[in-house]
């Protein structure tokens, strides 16, 4: 089945940039998603890149994407404190049925320090 | 624009119970997904709506089960509760059937006792 896999922390120290990563399973996957949850909240969209796409940017985020490894990446530059979130990493997972949603990863836990 | 809102925020049952979330989607949009985010396990995709009808479903059990409503708003019930049940519930919405960009709400926290 589909597989999506993420560290479950990292930790950088305020201005620094944050490289989160996430590698998946489904080589169909047309459009991969950096999701962001704050405590208490629900998800909210980041950013997303389709797959034909290496790289995005987007204001202090940058995904980059290498297909032929089934690695996405998400850097924040100049992490602020406000980014202290868990970040998720999706695919769209598709089965014999059609298309079955998003799959997660276990998330990231982004930790600034001072 | 009011985004993807969800009642209620909290809700607590206890085993064998039944719960009932809501979810409204954004204006305009057709398909609702409901997302299962229990500790320790990530979010995990439940069912997704369409126009009205059940597209799709992930791995649960039939007691879990929902519908769409001819205003594209949604309704997950989840029948004989029991403690696992305990978890996030996530709703997400989505202009067209096409998996292009899913918007979530905050989430209905279930806890069962």
């Known amino acids: 089945g589909e597989d999506v896999e993420q560290s479950l922390f990292l930790s950088v120290r305020e201005g620094d940039s944050s490289v989160i990563n996430c590698t998946y399973t489904?080589?169909?996957?047309?459009?991969l998603y950096w999701y962001k949850q704050e405590p208490g909240a629900g998800l909210q969209l980041l950013t997303y890149i389709f797959s034909n796409m290496d790289m995005k940017q987007d204001q202090r985020l940058t995904v980059l994407l290498n297909k032929k490894d089934k690695h996405l990446s998400l850097r924040i530059a100049d992490t602020q404190t406000g980014d202290s979130a868990i970040y998720f990493c999706a695919e769209i997972s598709y089965s014999g049925g059609g298309a079955d949603g998003l799959t997660f990863g276990k998330g990231t836990h982004l930790i600034i320090q001072p | 624009e009011a985004g993807v809102t969800q009642s209620p925020t909290h809700l607590i049952k206890t085993r064998g119970q039944q719960a009932t979330l809501r979810c409204s989607p954004i204006?305009?949009?057709?398909?609702v997904y409901w997302y299962q985010q229990a500790l320790g396990l990530g979010l995990q995709f439940l069912l997704w709506?369409?126009?009205?009808?059940?597209?799709n479903r992930g791995n649960f059990p039939p007691r879990f089960s929902g519908r769409q409503f001819p205003n594209y708003s949604s309704e997950l019930n989840v029948n004989a509760l029991e403690l696992e049940d305990s978890a996030l519930y996530l709703c997400a919405s989505e202009a067209g059937a096409l998996l292009e960009t899913q918007y979530f709400g905050p989430g209905t926290r279930l806890l069962v006792l």
């Open positions: 709506y369409d126009e009205g009808e059940e597209r």
């Open positions: 204006s305009g949009h057709t398909s």
């Open positions: 489904d080589s169909s996957s047309t459009y």
